[in-house]
């Protein structure tokens, strides 16, 4: 199976939940909008069954420039890490 695009899965939300296709976007829009406060102010941001969104910090690093060989230096970041749920990998294995 193909991967959904954003318009497949408001279609499917809108008739398994029976909302309309606006109401179903406005949700979320809302929710994707929380998760990056969220996780910017307090480092995580969890959706039950699904997942949970962390931030982490990444120390600066040695690296190699794969073209040329050559070593570099890759700064000190700060990513997003989403973590599955138990609940979501029983349900899918």
Known sequence: ???????????????????????????LDTLASTAYSSVKSSGEFTVPGIGKLVKKHRSARQGRNPATGATIQIPAKTVVKFRVAKAAKDAIL
Do not use: E, H, I, P
């Open 1 to 27: 199976m193909a991967k959904l695009t954003k318009s497949q899965l408001l279609n499917a939300m809108a008739d398994k939940t029976g909302l309309t296709k606006k109401q179903v976007t406005t949700f």
